[in-house]
Each structure stands twice: as structure tokens, then as C-alpha cells.
């Protein structure tokens, strides 16, 4: 879907009604990175959402969220499990399908934050304005 993202330790998995998101989430890695999520819906496939996991510290240490937790966090203030839930019955979603990149690891060592940012830059540049889920950026 985006390019530049070839380097990166990557995988995905599907979240569709009545899903368990810990269960279905479990192979996604303990690491920082950045993911995002596709609606399928109606035919159509749309990037609705870009995100990432956790903080660097200035000392370089991470800190906060890896991937698996903050994927199953919360959005909007409310449990990421949930959020998912009614964002399938209230947009008639057939499913979610999510991916996720680890930007450091033994082979990377980039910001998650950098990356996200060239991720939403590359959908600003084709769309003029952030994936449907991003309130802002």
C-alpha cells in the first residue's frame, strides 16, 4: 500500500465481527513501530486509519506502547476492541485489516514517529487530507 516500508519486519491480520482483537493481534510483536488499518467494506478497500506505538526518550530509550498494546488500546476513549466493534456495524465494514511495521528492532533503528509522519505524508500527497479515524495530525 505505501512504499518505503520494504525494510521493516512486517506482518497483518484481520478483524472482523465478533473477532477477539488480543486474540487475533497475538503474532504482532513487542516492539515500536507504526501500523495502519484498512476498511473493507462494500467492495472497496480504504486506508481509515495511520498510527504508531510509543515514545523516545531523549536519553534514546523507548518508552510507552509496543505495537501489539497499543494496537489494542484505547481510540477516541474508548477500548480499541470496542471502537472496532461499532465502526464495523455502524459503517457496514465486512472487515478491518491491519498492518503493522517494527522500525526498531536489530535491523532498524527509525522512529516510529518519523515514520508515521512519511506515512501520512504520503496520504496527504495522493488524498489532501488525513485517513477518515486521524482527527488530526
Known amino acids: 500500500m505505501f512504499s518505503g516500508l520494504e525494510q521493516y519486519q512486517q506482518g497483518h491480520f484481520f478483524f472482523e465481527k465478533g473477532d477477539n482483537l488480543r486474540t487475533v493481534s497475538k503474532s504482532v510483536p513487542d516492539l515500536p513501530g507504526v501500523y495502519y488499518v484498512l476498511r473493507l467494506a462494500k467492495g472497496k478497500v480504504e486506508i481509515v ?18 505495537l501489539r ?12 476492541q470496542d ?23 536489530e535491523n532498524n533503528n ?27 495530525y
Not at 84 to 104: C, R
Not at 118 to 125: D, G, I, R
Open 83 to 105: 471502537y472496532f466493534t461499532q465502526k464495523i456495524e455502524n459503517e457496514q465494514i465486512d472487515a478491518l485489516d491491519i498492518y503493522w511495521f517494527v522500525t526498531i528492532d
Open 110 to 136: 527509525d522512529l516510529p514517529s518519523y515514520v508515521e509522519g512519511f506515512l501520512m505524508q504520503q496520504y496527504f500527497k495522493i488524498y489532501g487530507r488525513l485517513p477518515e479515524w486521524n482527527k488530526e
Open 69 to 80: 498494546r497499543r494496537i489494542n488500546n484505547k481510540q477516541e476513549n474508548i477500548k480499541r
Open 49 to 66: 486509519y495511520i498510527g504508531k506505538s510509543g515514545t523516545i526518550l531523549q536519553t534514546g530509550s523507548f518508552k510507552g506502547q509496543t
